[in-house]
């Protein structure tokens, strides 16, 4: 399985009972690809899409390790993949609402008040 062939096959839906999920073996892949640039995009769009499966996706993830890694990239200068790291967060906040803190301590308050004032119209800072 190439390295594209694996990156696609993190599952974006569940047969399953979500409470049954077992951590897919591509997301520490997915994980160890955000730190690559030329396909970090991609891995963003689908570490979202596996989140969006509900809160036991979530937890997998945080159990694997993405929050230092999203936590890093939030802060990051790059506007490009901005957009999708406003709804991973938006799936981890209300997965566990105490990485709040984290997210002040960092000072990343302002990436989601940028990605707001963008949505509503305004032009990125």
């Known amino acids: 399985m190439g390295f594209n062939d694996t990156l696609g096959s993190l599952p974006s839906s569940y047969p399953g009972a979500p409470s049954q999920m077992e951590s897919p073996e591509q997301l520490p892949v997915v994980l160890q690809v955000l730190l690559s640039q030329a396909h970090r995009v991609r891995a963003l769009v689908l570490l979202r899409r596996f989140l ?45 609402p105490s990485c709040q803190v984290d997210l002040v301590k960092d000072g990343a308050l ?9 949505g509503l119209g305004g032009a990125p800072e």
């Not at 997998?60 to 709804?87: C, M, N, R, T, W």
């Not at 302002?110 to 004032?117: A, G, Y």
Request: charged share 15%.
């Open 52 to 96: 969006d499966l509900g809160p036991s996706a979530v937890n997998l993830a945080l159990s694997v390790g993405i929050f230092p890694y999203v936590l890093k990239l939030l802060q990051s200068p790059v506007d490009e993949y901005k957009h999708v790291l406003v709804g991973i967060w938006a799936k981890i906040l209300a997965f566990d």
């Open 110 to 118: 302002p990436h989601f008040i940028r990605h707001l004032n963008w």
